[in-house]
């Protein structure tokens, strides 16, 4: 849902800023997880067209290079190019920067107030979003909000990781998946 949400709202951006839907292939970590993987997505009864459970064959034609391991393809995985998009968004009439790191937040009459390590509002809104993953744990704590959200107190980091490389790495780059 969010990502089709991005892209509607991100479609009209000019130039390369714009993601593209060109069908992303995961990879399952190890052969002995493609079945768990595989029976994950039959047992949510997923959209086949959001995502479906592919073999090492079907991976490897729709990459278009060879594979090691199937996993899932998710027909409507988006190419974004960070470096066009940021500076468009950064561009949107309404969309102001204000450098900081919020430490805690404080509700009050008008929403809430963020505010940084020495007590300073950065900014207030009527609703607030923390998309800094594994940081957020440390916000709503620091806010006195964590009690209440039990899940989110359990929450443990995973290594994440977005490579970056050379197209001709590639042979060519990236490709529409299937195409």
Same mark, same amino acid.
């Given at each position: 849902?969010?990502?089709?949400?991005?892209?509607?709202?991100?479609?009209?951006?000019?130039?390369?800023?714009?993601?593209?839907?060109?069908?992303?292939?995961? /990879?399952?970590? $190890? &052969? %002995?997880?493609?079945? +768990? @993987?595989?029976? =994950?997505? #039959? !047992?949510?009864?997923?959209? *086949?067209?959001?995502?479906?459970?592919?073999?090492?064959?079907?991976?490897?034609?729709?990459?278009?290079?060879?594979?090691?391991?199937?996993?899932?393809?998710?027909?409507?995985?988006?190419?974004?190019?960070?470096?066009?998009?940021?500076?468009?968004?950064?561009?949107?009439?309404?969309?102001?920067?204000?450098?900081?790191?919020?430490?805690? /937040?404080?509700? $009050? &009459? %008008?929403?809430?107030? +963020? @505010?940084?390590? =020495?007590? #300073? !509002?950065?900014?207030?809104? *009527?609703?607030?979003?923390?998309?800094?993953?594994?940081?957020?744990?440390?916000?709503?704590?620091?806010?006195?909000?964590?009690?209440?959200?039990?899940?989110?107190?359990?929450?443990?980091?995973?290594?994440?990781?977005?490579?970056?490389?050379?197209?001709?790495?590639?042979?060519?780059?990236?490709?529409?998946?299937?195409?």
């Amino acid at each position: 849902a969010g990502g089709g949400r991005a892209l509607g709202r991100w479609a009209g951006l000019p130039g390369g800023a714009a993601p593209g839907v060109w069908g992303t292939v995961q /990879l399952d970590r $190890d &052969a %002995g997880r493609a079945a +768990a @993987l595989a029976d =994950t997505v #039959a !047992t949510l009864a997923f959209p *086949a067209d959001w995502v479906r459970a592919v073999s090492r064959d079907e991976a490897s034609a729709l990459a278009g290079l060879p594979l090691a391991r199937g996993g899932v393809f998710f027909g409507q995985g988006m190419l974004v190019q960070p470096s066009e998009l940021i500076p468009a968004l950064l561009a949107t009439a309404g969309v102001r920067v204000a450098p900081g790191c919020v430490a805690r /937040l404080a509700r $009050d &009459a %008008g929403g809430w107030r +963020a @505010l940084d390590a =020495t007590g #300073a !509002t950065l900014g207030q809104a *009527a609703h607030v979003i923390l998309a800094n993953a594994f940081g957020a744990r440390q916000v709503l704590a620091a806010s006195d909000l964590l009690t209440p959200l039990p899940r989110v107190a359990l929450m443990s980091a995973l290594a994440g990781a977005v490579p970056l490389l050379p197209a001709a790495a590639l042979g060519g780059g990236p490709r529409r998946a299937g195409g």
